[in-house]
């Protein structure tokens, strides 16, 4: 039997979660509740039910799970009292404005005894999929750096997203993503993070980031958001021990240089205009292999699939809390390393 959802905040992201469920094997959509009425009126003339508060899903004995998808400053509020309602929650990201808030709500479901996740939906991207299964073959041996960006020119979305009471900037809109990816990518302790902020459209808050991590075997990576890029950077770039992977953009294949071999017989120089250089020299097929690999398949309705089988004791759940509260441990220091312009050191690593 499908379990029913009742989505908090019919937005951007909540519509998602709520067209969605009308499609899902295993959810179904009861509602939704929007503090705005002309959003409350856009789902009644879609035919979904609008409840008239989240009083009324609280009270609903039909609803499994409550889907928070509002501004990020209310998040706290609507997860608490959900999960002390003995709801399941899902979360939209960030899902706390600091760790203190989302350990109070991991305690909160802690108590209740209730499934508490957060939908860190890019899980689900092909092109992090790509670079993720190349790390995994080891077909180019270990990782050395991984830059992985998102670029764009319009600045910040003209609405909450761009106040920062209610939790805007793109260290929380977009780093979020990135961060847990990254995070993914290499699974091991951080020793320094360093991050520069930009506020170029706007002095509220960051309209960018450009972040530096290094990791405690010494590999590194650079996650960077722009929103006044008018050429954009490649979506990843990523060094290996035995070649480099680029996706130039979202629908663009994953490329591969695999070295076969590092030492040439003969070696031609480039001409620049200040001379020749053989050490930039491009390498030729004998000592070099480069190819494309296809694009992964990815459905992310398996979110919402692991979701049910974890409420039903079937599954652990895909977004476990811990890794979510590194990833606000991560962009704590970005908002301290920018505001103070010196890298974080961390001597034990976390």
């Known amino acids: 039997m499908k379990k029913n959802i009742a989505v908090v905040g019919y937005g951007g992201q909540g519509g998602w979660h709520a067209n969605h469920a009308l499609k899902s094997d295993v959810i179904a959509l009861g509602g939704i509740f929007d503090i705005k009425e002309e959003r409350q009126q856009a789902a009644r003339d879609a035919g979904i039910k609008a409840y008239n508060?989240?009083?009324?899903?609280?009270?609903?004995?039909?609803?499994?799970i409550v889907v928070c998808a509002t501004p990020n400053d209310v998040h706290k509020d609507i997860v608490i009292r959900s999960l002390e309602a003995g709801k399941n929650v899902?979360?939209?990201?960030?899902?706390?404005?600091?760790?203190?808030?989302?350990?109070?709500?991991?305690?909160?479901?802690?108590?209740?005894?209730?499934?508490?996740?957060v939908h860190q939906n890019r899980r689900w991207d092909v092109d992090f999929l790509a670079i993720k299964s190349i790390i995994e073959s080891g077909e180019i041996g270990e990782t050395i750096n991984i830059e992985s960006r998102v670029h764009g020119s319009r600045g910040i979305p003209s609405d909450w997203r761009c106040l920062k009471p209610y939790g805007g900037g793109m260290v929380l809109d977009w780093g979020v993503h990135l961060i847990d990816?990254?995070?993914?990518?290499?699974?091991?302790?951080?020793?320094?993070?360093?991050?520069?902020?930009?506020?170029?459209?706007t002095n509220e808050v960051d309209d960018g980031m450009h972040l530096m991590l290094t990791f405690e075997s010494g590999k590194r990576a650079t996650v960077?958001?722009?929103?006044?890029?008018?050429?954009?950077?490649?979506?990843?770039?990523?060094q290996c021990k035995t070649g480099s992977a680029l996706i130039e953009d979202w629908?663009?294949?994953?490329?591969?240089?695999?070295?076969?071999?590092?030492?040439?017989?003969?070696?031609?120089?480039?001409?620049?205009?200040a001379g020749i250089t053989k050490t930039m020299a491009p390498r030729d097929e004998i000592t070099l292999d480069t190819y494309e690999i296809?694009?992964?398949?990815?459905?992310?309705?398996?979110?919402?699939?692991n979701v049910v089988k974890a409420i039903d004791g079937k599954e652990e759940q895909l977004i476990k809390l811990c890794e979510v509260r590194r990833v606000l441990q991560v962009m704590e220091a970005c908002f301290k390393s920018g505001e103070t312009g010196q890298a974080i050191i961390f001597e034990n690593g976390f």
């Open 90 to 117: 899902v979360c939209e990201k960030p899902v706390a404005l600091s760790i203190e808030d989302f350990d109070d709500m991991c305690e909160a479901a802690k108590k209740a005894g209730k499934l508490f996740t």
């Open 53 to 64: 508060s989240l009083d009324e899903i609280l009270a609903d004995n039909s609803i499994d």
């Open 181 to 201: 990816q990254m995070l993914q990518l290499i699974p091991e302790k951080i020793v320094k993070i360093y991050c520069e902020l930009t506020n170029i459209t």
């Open 224 to 238: 960077e958001v722009g929103t006044y890029n008018f050429i954009y950077m490649p979506r990843f770039y990523m």
């Open 251 to 273: 629908q663009k294949k994953c490329k591969v240089a695999k070295m076969k071999a590092w030492n040439e017989k003969e070696v031609m120089p480039v001409q620049t205009a």
């Open 294 to 305: 296809e694009r992964p398949t990815s459905d992310v309705h398996d979110f919402y699939r």
